[in-house]
């Protein structure tokens, strides 16, 4: 048995030292002293005047607005770093620091398969109690084919019955997930999995009340009135293409330790005028555009999101890049080291391979136990033009300009350059035609979905910090393998990974199946994410991370 009880006085030390912090920094508030208390007989108000406490509120920026904000639906970082903050999960990931969510206890069995959860006295932010079959429902939801959730493939391979479920062979309530009493919440896995517990916060697999979504239907969390929130804030308004107003949830379990009472999320699309915004004192947190960041030099704090950019290709065979040659022809084609110099004047680091280097190997990083290098950084055009030559006899075309592709991406002016730079490179190594389209954030999103693209500029955070968080998005059948890509020699590896219990072995079938993807011409990589952050220095315990959200701000504290 694993008890977490112990875990709960983390939560209330990282909420110590965050207020010890405010007290020790200058220019914030002193704890008072004996000699400021009211002497006996004097009211508070009395003698002298008394500070005025102002709601502590943060303010930061997205450049889209948040795609969805239902759990089960989400399927973007925004959603998910304002989903962290308004859901709770069992357990919660805090910069990598496993601790208490909405279980009290848990206990896991002898083979390592079955989960037993028990859940703490707690309420919505309606009042109404959380329950364990809050949870039951949430994940029927999530892989129920119906609900046609992009991030059903978090669970397919993992919880028992759901991936049959999840292709409608059988029904949701054969699901591995069950609610013993209101209290009690058992899950069982196909095989054990050590990253489990790490996965419980994300918002995917948070609550969600039957009751609501049967009321709202396809509303359901469209706005702040049609939801109710598990876990430190509440939507109090949510005003779409502008704002998110975040409120501190009192009915929270851990309110006591939440130190901000209003989190204001405002859309800008002009990385600049958000700079200009936070000059002012608009915004407490900013990311520096690649252009201007030499002129904040020692202001700003340099932090890697997790995200790995890469261009996602549509092998449906619907475009000439059903051709392994011409997917391996692009590949070679780039010069990634001038593509980061020219698109963010070397604020992003070139990458030439898919999985994060960062995440947990066996018992180092992954990239230290796996050194990799699946095409040359700095391309190789000769071999870009033989594989080139072969993907025209396959497409019978004797002129290379006559093979034209898309390259799909948003209508950000960082991601038109990057696509411009994109387009430069590949026509001119190769002769192709490359026809850029752009669309907003969210219209991206759905036609990765609808597998409505032959070419996107892409990326991918890990939701937990595990190879198989980037190599579970493409096996055959895969929700997520928007791409269509489809390998027996990538499945079986993705299978022995699943099912092999050596760590040492699981992660060798790890490294071939990205050398199989890549191999396959599956993706193209381009890039490691780096941001350039401007932080209010009042702002205390506001926390970036690489996995599955950028910002966590749940602990957070404003000097007054």
């Not at 948040?66 to 903050?85: E, F, K, R």
Request: hydrophobic share 35%; glycine share 6%.
């Amino acid at each position: 048995m694993k008890k977490i009880k112990k875990f709960v006085s983390l939560i209330l030390a990282l909420a110590m030292i965050f207020s010890l912090a405010a007290c020790t920094t200058p220019g914030q508030n002193e704890p008072v002293k004996p000699e400021d208390k009211p002497s006996e007989g004097q009211t508070p108000d009395q003698g002298s005047e008394q500070p005025q406490q102002t709601a502590k509120i943060l303010k930061y920026s997205l450049t889209a607005d948040a795609p969805t904000l239902d759990p089960q639906l989400m399927n973007s970082i925004p959603s998910s770093t304002v989903g962290y903050h308004i859901y709770e999960g069992l357990m919660r990931n805090h910069v990598g620091e496993i601790i208490p969510g909405m279980a009290e206890d848990y206990k896991i069995s002898e083979d390592g398969k079955t989960y037993t959860f028990t859940l703490r006295d707690a309420k919505w932010s309606d009042g109404q109690p959380i329950t364990a079959q809050d949870y039951e429902y949430a994940l029927q939801r999530l892989v129920d084919p119906a609900t046609a959730s992009d991030y059903s493939f978090l669970v397919t391979t993992l919880i028992k019955n759901a991936g049959d479920i999840n292709s409608g062979k059988l029904p949701v309530t054969d699901l591995g997930v069950k609610a013993v009493d209101e209290k009690t919440l058992t899950i069982e896995l196909n095989n054990p999995t050590g990253y489990f517990l790490s996965m419980l916060s994300m918002s995917q697999l948070c609550p969600v009340r039957k009751d609501l979504v049967e009321k709202y239907g396809k509303d359901f969390s469209a706005d702040a009135d049609k939801n109710v929130y598990s876990g430190p804030f509440m939507v109090k308004e949510w005003k779409h293409e502008d704002r998110i107003i975040l409120v501190k949830n009192p009915n929270y379990w851990a309110a006591d330790t939440i130190k901000l009472d209003e989190v204001h999320i405002l859309t800008v699309a002009d990385p600049m005028t958000a700079v200009a915004m936070f000059e002012k004192g608009e915004l407490d947190q900013v990311n520096v555009p690649a252009d201007v960041v030499a002129n904040y030099e020692g202001q700003v704090t340099y932090y890697y999101d997790g995200a790995n950019d890469f261009i996602k290709i549509n092998m449906d065979g619907s475009n000439p890049l059903k051709s392994k040659d011409l997917r391996l022809a692009i590949n070679y084609a780039l010069d990634r080291e001038d593509y980061v110099l020219l698109s963010s004047k070397n604020m992003y680091h070139p990458n030439t391979r898919y999985v994060l280097p960062q995440v947990k190997g066996v018992e180092n990083d992954y990239g230290d136990e796996y050194p990799y290098d699946a095409f040359p950084l700095n391309g190789d055009t000769a071999k870009a033009k033989e594989h080139l030559a072969k993907a025209m006899t396959e497409l019978g075309v004797t002129d290379p300009a006559k093979i034209e592709v898309e390259l799909l991406t948003t209508d950000a002016e960082r991601t038109r350059i990057e696509a411009e730079v994109l387009q430069s490179q590949i026509q001119t190594a190769l002769g192709i035609t490359v026809k850029i389209v752009q669309v907003p954030y969210k219209q991206r999103l759905a036609m990765e979905s609808d597998h409505d693209f032959q070419m996107v500029v892409t990326g991918w955070v890990p939701d937990y910090p595990d190879p198989f968080s980037y190599l579970e998005l493409w096996p055959t059948n895969s929700p997520y393998n928007h791409g269509s890509y489809s390998s027996e020699v990538y499945d079986n590896y993705i299978n022995e990974a699943l099912t092999n219990t050596n760590p040492q072995e699981r992660m060798d079938a790890l490294f071939n199946a990205e050398k199989t993807l890549l191999e396959d011409g599956a993706i193209v990589p381009l890039q490691l994410r780096r941001n350039a952050m401007l932080l209010n220095p009042k702002v205390k315990g506001f926390e970036t991370y690489f996995v599955g959200i950028n910002y966590d701000y749940m602990f957070a504290d404003i000097e007054q």
